[in-house]
């Protein structure tokens, strides 16, 4: 009896050993399961699985199939059976499959994917986006992400979907907000057609990064702008932040497209300073032996006459004008000129420290640069930057 139990037990071992190691194949390409035992099926799906990425619908389909003789009632198995045989343009074969495998739950993503094609068809996109919805927030990383989302957004209904889902913010809301490099001109349009549905509080500001950069290659810098500043709470006001009261001196934080952009180096020095509850002072010196562009901002303006104002205290006339500022589609400091003083300094009269430029913007360019240079050998306080627009 010993023997015979001894035996047994080593048996069992061995077939808990190949068993997992079936299992292990099926989470790591370097290891290979054993085939052709009656509890292969890990082995089977992990052979599927490779057969599926050469393009060998016919190969996994048998694999599959071998697949389900030990485990019947595996949904993935069966998902893997039904899109084998849609490669292989067995329509009728495919979807049997399907109606199997959606009986069984809703995690296996080739189900999903299949049904979320049906669901279009059918002109159903709600149910194409609430499965599409379900199966991004159980495998986030899924290759076939940036396709669901085209297929889905394809038609104002499926946008309007999407964007409904995009409500609850879920957690593959930074993936759509992310186009992919390859992204063609309609699909982008459609993401930000999506965007465009979407309430400003469920997007998130620094993921919008990825559009707003695609949006700005593809030369739609006003859509760009727009959608920044829905993302990230900007105001109606010509300059963003002008009161510097989310302004980052370290440039790390917040998607810096649209936002104030600093200079990175080591020859500037920044730092901020409290005025009061809503505002801050901006303190610069440059260090180095010339003048450098110490603050930036991109804007999008309309054609027509500007008026841009700031606030530096204590600066006699000659420190005054040691600080030059652009605005438009030259960026160098050569069109930057310094501000005139305004109020009753102007005239001789009391103190005043607010400075203005008067700039006209053509259509020269779809996007302004704003900058600030400062030269060396000057401490200068910056606040309260503003921009109005004066004329056509």
Not at 70 to 78: E, M, Q
Not at 148 to 169: D, E, K
Request: proline residues 5%.
């Amino acid at each position: 009896m010993r023997v015979v139990l001894a035996v047994l037990l080593l048996g069992y071992a061995v077939v808990a050993v190949v068993s997992g190691v079936g299992r292990i194949s099926t989470l790591d390409s370097r290891v290979v399961g054993p085939m052709n035992w009656p509890y292969d099926t890990m082995a089977a799906r992990r052979a599927a699985d490779d057969a599926l990425a050469a393009k060998n619908p016919r190969l996994a389909e048998a694999m599959a199939a071998r697949a389900l003789l030990s485990d019947p009632v595996d949904p993935a198995v069966v998902g893997r059976l039904g899109w084998a045989r849609m490669m292989q343009g067995n329509v009728a074969g495919a979807d049997a499959a399907f109606r199997v495998s959606a009986t069984m739950g809703w995690r296996d993503p080739f189900t999903q994917v299949y049904w979320i094609g049906q669901s279009l068809q059918l002109g159903q996109p709600d149910m194409a986006a609430q499965r599409m919805d379900a199966l991004l927030r159980q495998s986030p990383g899924l290759d076939a992400r940036d396709h669901l989302f085209a297929a889905v957004g394809a038609t104002p209904q499926g946008r309007a979907a999407l964007a409904r889902q995009m409500t609850s913010h879920p957690g593959w809301t930074p993936a759509f907000l992310t186009p992919p490099a390859e992204i063609s001109a309609q699909d982008l349009a459609n993401r930000l057609d999506v965007i465009g549905q979407v309430p400003g509080q469920a997007l998130d500001c620094p993921a919008m990064a990825g559009m707003v950069n695609a949006l700005v290659a593809a030369s739609m810098v006003a859509q760009a702008e727009a959608i920044w500043r829905k993302a990230c709470g900007a105001s109606d006001a010509l300059i963003y932040d002008g009161r510097f009261a989310h302004f980052d001196v370290t440039a790390q934080g917040g998607t810096r497209a649209f936002d104030w952009q600093v200079a990175s180096r080591g020859d500037v020095s920044l730092s901020l300073t409290p005025l009061d509850a809503t505002s801050r002072e901006l303190e610069v010196r440059v260090s180095g032996a010339i003048s450098r562009p110490v603050l930036r901002q991109v804007l999008v303006l309309r054609p027509g006459r500007y008026r841009l104002t700031w606030t530096m205290p204590d600066l006699s006339v000659t420190q005054a004008a040691m600080v030059r500022v652009g605005l438009g589609c030259n960026l160098g400091r050569g069109a930057a000129e310094p501000g005139q003083l305004l109020g009753e300094q102007a005239r001789g009269g009391g103190a005043s420290s607010r400075y203005a430029r008067d700039v006209v913007v053509d259509g020269a360019c779809q996007a302004q640069g704003l900058i600030f240079w400062v030269e060396p050998g000057v401490d200068v306080r910056l606040s309260d930057v503003q921009l109005v627009r004066t004329g056509g």
